[in-house]
C-alpha cells in the first residue's frame, strides 16, 4: 500500500502552507464554484456580533470536504489512477471521495461498518463508488480496506492526508478574500482538516484573526488532545455525525497547536438548538457539525461581542428523520420565521 | 411618480432581450455570486430523467429576485436615488429591493399588509427598509405606497419591471453555460419575471430548450391568461406564497405567449410533497415556489424522460412552523435520507 501523501513524519518545513492551498485552486475551481459568505441580521442580534455565514454546506454533496477531494485525485500519478482510490467513511468524506473519483474517471471503494446509515450509502453509490460493508465499526471497515488496497497496490486515502487539507483551504481563503476585515472564524473540528486549514490560511494572511475550533463535549477527543498536548482518546456519543472522533491524529494535532486560539466544547443539545436557529433565521438546513460553530458562538457571546465573526457551516448533511425529531421536540416553542 | 422603466407599452421590439441580461451581469455580480447548478441521482433516479436543480434558495435573500432588484437599482439616476424606492410586498421581492437599496445607499420604503408574515417583516427591517404597514391585503398596501411615491416624486418598483426581468435573467444564463446540453427547464411562476427571463435567454441561445411554466392550481390566474389568451383572474387559496397572484400582468403575459412551451398546473399537495422530497435527496429547504418546479416534473415524468432537466428552485424561504407542520403530517412515511 502506498500513503497518497509522501511524508509520513511531518516536520514544521512540512507543514501544509498558504501555497499548497493556492496551488490546490485550480484543481477546486475546475469543479466547484466558491461558496457564498453571506451576513445575517438576525444571527448577529443574537450573538451581539456582526454574523456571517460560510455556506460550505451548498458544496454538491452537502460538505466542505469535496474540496480535498478533487485536490487529492487531481494529483494522483497514472499508475495511482489507475489502481484506484480506498478510504473508510460513513459520511461526508467517502462522499467527497466517491465524488472527486468521479470527475476524473476514477475507481473508488469505500468500506462502511455494516448497519451504516443507509441514505449515505446510496449517495456514495449514487456517485458511482462501489461501497463495501465490512465488520460491526469504522474501525473494522477501515482496517479492512486499507489491507484491500495494500493487496492490490491501490491508494488508501486517509481523512488528514495533506492534499486533503491543501484543498479544503480554499474555503478558508474564500472568507478571508470575501471580508478581509474579519476577527474571528469558528470551524467545527472532527479529524481537523477544515480547522487546520482554516488555521494555515487566516493565521498567514493576518495572525490577528482569531481561529477557534468546536467539538461536542459528547465526543471531545480532539479537544483534549489539543488542550493537554498529548494524544487523548475519549467517549464518543455524539448525534454530529461530523464531530465524532474517538482517536486525535498526530498530523493535524500539530497543526492545531500551532494555529489555534482557541477549542471550545458545546453539549449535543446547543448544537440541536443551533441547527433551529439556522433553520428560522438563514433557511439552510444544517448537519450537527454544521450548526456547531453556531452554537460554540453562542457560547464565547461575551467575547465576540461587536466583532466580525464568521460561522462555517461545514455541511448540511442532516436526515429528515432527524430533523422530524428536532422539530417535534422543539414543538411549538420555536418561532416562526 | 414615475415608472422605473420608462417603457409602459410593450411592442415587439421593445421586449426585453438576451443583450439586456448580458448587459446586467456586472450589476449582479458586483454583489453576488453564480449559484450551483448540482446534479442529484436521487431525483434522476425518481423522474426517469437527468435531473439538474439550479440553486436560487442560496441567494443572500434566499431567492432568484435579489438579482432583478441589484441590476434595477444600479441604473438609477442620482434623482432617482435620492428620492428612494418604493414597493409593495409580503415576500421576497420585498426583500430583493430592501437588500438592493441597502447595497447602493438607497432609501426603501416597503408597504405591506396589516398581519404580514412577521418573519419576512423583521427580514426586510434587518435589511434596512422602511416597513409600512396598510391595508387588509396586498392590493390595498399597493395602492398606498403608489400613492406615497407619487407624492414624494419616489419610485414605485412594480414586481414585473423590466430591469427586474434583466437582472433575473443572469440566472438563466448560468444555466445554459453551466449545461450546455439542457433540454427543459422547469421554472415556478408567481408574477412571472423568471419564466419571462427564462424563455428570452434560453430560446434566443437554443430555440430547442424546452421552458415550461408551473403554477399551484390553488392559484391559476397567470396560467388560465397564458392559456386562454386573454386576462382571467382566479382564486387564490395557494400555500405557495411565491406563486400567489390573482391577476395577470400585460408585459410578461406577452413575453410568455412568446417563448413558453408550456406551463402546468400542480396541485398545493403535490408541491408540500416535494418540499420534503427535496430536503431528502438535496437538504436544502424549498418554500412552496421553490419546490414546484420538481411537482411538474413528476407530473410529467413520461414526457421528460431520459432528457436533461432542470428544476429551478426559485427560494428557500419556508418558515420553521410551516416545515413542522409538514414532517408531522408525513410522519414516518418518508424515507430517512
Redesign the interface.
Known amino acids: 500500500m502506498r500513503k497518497v501523501s509522501g511524508k509520513s513524519e511531518l516536520d514544521d518545513a512540512a507543514m501544509p502552507s498558504l501555497r499548497d492551498v493556492i496551488a490546490a485552486r485550480p484543481h477546486v475551481y475546475r469543479h466547484l ?4 459568505l ?2 445575517y ?2 444571527l448577529s ?1 443574537l450573538i451581539g456580533a456582526k454574523v456571517w455565514v460560510k ?1 460550505e ?2 458544496q ?1 454533496v ?1 460538505a466542505f470536504k469535496v474540496r480535498g477531494g478533487l485536490n487529492l485525485v487531481a494529483q494522483l500519478s497514472e499508475k495511482e489512477r489507475a489502481a484506484g482510490l480506498y478510504t473508510a467513511s460513513t459520511g461526508n468524506h467517502g462522499q467527497s471521495i466517491a465524488y472527486a473519483a468521479r470527475a476524473h474517471g476514477v475507481r473508488a471503494t469505500i468500506a462502511v461498518p455494516e448497519g451504516a ?3 449515505k450509502v ?2 456514495m453509490r ?2 458511482g463508488a462501489e461501497v463495501a460493508f465490512h465488520g460491526p465499526d469504522f474501525d473494522s471497515a477501515r482496517e479492512w480496506v486499507m489491507g484491500v488496497a495494500a493487496a492490490q497496490g491501490g491508494c488508501f486515502v486517509g481523512p488528514t492526508e495533506e492534499r486533503l487539507i491543501h484543498g479544503v483551504g480554499t474555503y478558508a481563503l474564500e472568507i478571508v478574500e470575501d471580508l478581509p476585515e474579519v476577527d474571528a472564524i469558528i470551524v467545527p473540528v472532527g479529524a481537523g482538516s477544515g480547522v487546520c486549514a482554516t488555521g494555515i490560511v487566516a493565521k498567514t494572511i493576518n495572525p490577528g484573526i482569531e481561529v477557534i475550533g468546536v467539538q461536542s463535549a459528547q465526543a471531545p477527543a480532539i479537544q483534549m488532545s489539543w488542550a493537554s498536548g498529548k494524544a487523548v482518546s475519549a467517549d464518543m456519543n455524539t448525534v454530529a455525525e461530523g464531530l465524532a472522533t474517538r482517536v486525535p491524529f498526530e498530523n493535524t494535532q500539530r497543526i492545531m497547536r500551532k494555529y489555534l486560539d482557541d477549542f471550545v466544547l458545546v453539549e449535543d443539545a446547543a448544537i440541536e438548538d443551533a441547527i ?1 436557529l439556522l ?2 433565521h438563514t ?3 444544517a448537519e450537527g457539525a454544521g450548526a456547531a460553530a453556531l452554537a460554540a458562538a453562542i457560547k464565547l457571546k461575551r467575547r465576540l461581542a461587536g466583532k466580525n465573526v464568521v460561522l462555517v457551516m461545514s455541511g ?9 425529531r428536532l ?2 421536540r ?1 414543538g411549538t416553542s ?4
Open positions: 464554484k466558491p461558496t457564498p453571506h451576513p441580521p438576525g442580534e455556506h454546506n451548498h454538491p452537502g446509515n443507509p441514505g446510496a449517495a449514487g456517485l433551529l433553520l428560522e433557511h439552510n438546513l448540511g448533511n442532516l436526515s429528515v428523520d432527524q430533523l422530524r422539530l417535534a422543539s420555536a418561532r416562526a420565521s
